[in-house]
């Protein structure tokens, strides 16, 4: 209980020990021991962090196995019938392994079932290709009525996690798997579809979400200089105003992302700089290929360039 | 009452002569297998619903999941009151609500479907939450024998056992040939009924024709406590008009001016 207390006085997650995966199961069961209308719907990933909730609310948790296309449909049955389901499990299984289910029983039907994917992006590391969700935000973003949110940190993850069950509509949460650098001090209400200036400068914008890669972004910001970092938890609906704004004062944007450069983030941003801001962008994320190498997950961002001192070199290659 | 409902019967085959010929085309076969089925659930008392109040709460929920077979849920729901059977003549044409598979902007359809497999997966979260709340509520759940070659069917199947779900019905209609031919040539299912007991569901084969059969069954629920029902309801692909029983031919098409008079002779004459 010792997170639970510290995140009700407001302080910190420790970052070197919680992942926004964790932080989102916690304010999953804040929640539900708020609201008996809350369940968790597991695919036999319940001990990825689920096992609090599991203890406190052992009826409540509700684990169909290794079955994503029955799991995310009885999620939507119980959204219908009264219930409000948090769907846990790894992000390509969800939007990727039961995309139909996800598409017609949740989107098509409006049914407030909130997706918390894990595992997200190449998180997984020595895991391995078939557990790297590199496409997910491509899928999820073009599914009508669902939202998609890749959180910073725990924090943001914590907030953002209360936003989406607010919402009482689909919802995806994109949530990594490691702890990453803390990037918020402090809880706050998190406002769906509004982005955050992390950062202000007058050269470059850069527009970037997710666990690790904002806080990348940030310590390249620091070398490039007269850059603007803003931190982007909404991918879709995306915040147009204030993108559109520091683009033009700007007149250069980059987007980077733990994604695949098609249909993610930087798609996003670019659908918007074409139609209302059309200024030069440069999208920095993974690149249109399966990663088959193993390693290490800082590795592995250094290998793509995804690190601070990776996001700078690409981004002074660019700009010179 | 018995005979009332084989009337009713005929009157749901007679629309689905109409939609099939006054319009692009329907899934014949598998809406005139069905027809039983849906007799029996909306007119014999069987299903707690309220056409003037259709979201009512704690109201026993039906997912028709053979959502192609739209053309005898409609004249079953027109019937039934949820909307005016007038409301048949507009079928699948340019504006209509009602398009050759079910969505939830139809009043009484609680589910759109139509890709197959998914109804009993989300029957199972809705039997799921009328259990947890105690509510009176059933969720049955017609689906086609075709479409228990998806496996989130038997993915559900084994969630419904494992949750002792003895509120979830599912209701198929065995009508024994899919799109491409018998079901047995195509992609065998029997033993059919064996594979639902094994998986833990209590079963019982009827005639899916016979409305007293299906009558009997139906206000029996649960068949057993603590155990989800499947009836496999045993039937045949374009019943009751000579030219499309027990054959794919009339999976789905379009009944000319010649054929529509022919059909609705052999049902007895006009609506």
Known sequence: ?320 | MVNDLAERARTLRKHVVHLAADSPGAHVGGSMSVVEILTTLYFDGVLRVDPADPDRPGRDRLIFSKGHSSAAYYAALAEAGFFPVSELDTYKKTGSRLAGHPHTGVPGVELATGSLGHGLPVGVGLAMAAQADALPSRVFVIVGDGECQEGSVWEAAMAAAHYRLDNLVVIVDRNGIQEDGPTEEIMALEPFADKWRAFGWATVEVDGHDVGELSNVLHELPLTWSRPTAIIAKTVKGKGLSFSENTNAWHYGHLSADLKEQALQELGGAR
């Open chain 1, 1 to 320: 209980m010792t997170a639970l207390a510290d995140l009700r006085e407001g302080l910190r997650f420790d970052p070197a020990t919680t992942t926004a995966f964790e932080a989102c199961r916690m304010a999953q069961l804040d929640l539900a021991l708020q609201d008996d209308r809350v369940v968790s719907v597991e695919a036999d990933l319940g001990d990825c962090w689920g096992l609090k909730f599991r203890e406190s609310l052992p009826d409540r948790f509700l684990d169909f196995g290794i079955a994503e296309a029955s799991a995310v449909g009885a999620a939507a049955g119980l959204a219908m019938g009264g219930k409000r389901p948090f769907l846990n499990t790894f992000g390509t299984f969800a939007l990727m392994r039961a995309a139909e289910q996800v598409r017609l029983d949740i989107c098509y039907h409006r049914a407030p079932v909130v997706i918390a994917g894990m595992f997200t992006g190449i998180a997984a590391g020595f895991s391995g290709p078939t557990h790297h969700a590199i496409e997910d935000v491509a899928v999820a973003r073009a599914l009508p009525n669902l939202t998609v949110i890749s959180p910073a940190d725990a924090v943001q993850a914590y907030d953002a996690t209360c936003a989406a069950f607010a919402h009482n509509a689909p919802v995806y949460l994109r949530l990594g798997v490691e702890p990453g650098p803390q990037v918020y001090d402090a809880h706050e209400p998190f406002e769906i579809g509004r982005g955050r200036v992390l950062r202000h400068g007058d050269r470059l914008t850069v527009v970037t979400c997710g666990v690790t890669i904002v806080p990348e972004v940030l310590k390249a910001a620091e070398r490039l200089g007269d850059v603007e970092v803003i931190d982007m938890p909404t991918i879709k609906p995306i915040d147009r105003d204030l993108l559109v704004r520091s683009a033009s004062r700007t007149g250069r944007v980059v987007s980077v992302e733990e994604h695949s450069t098609i249909g993610g983030l930087g798609s996003a941003v670019a659908e918007v700089l074409a139609e209302h801001a059309p200024v030069p962008l440069r999208r920095i994320g993974l690149p249109d290929a399966y990663v088959k190498e193993i390693g290490d997950y800082a590795e592995q961002l250094r290998a793509f360039e995804l690190d601070a001192a990776g996001v700078e070199r690409q981004v002074r290659a660019w700009v010179s």
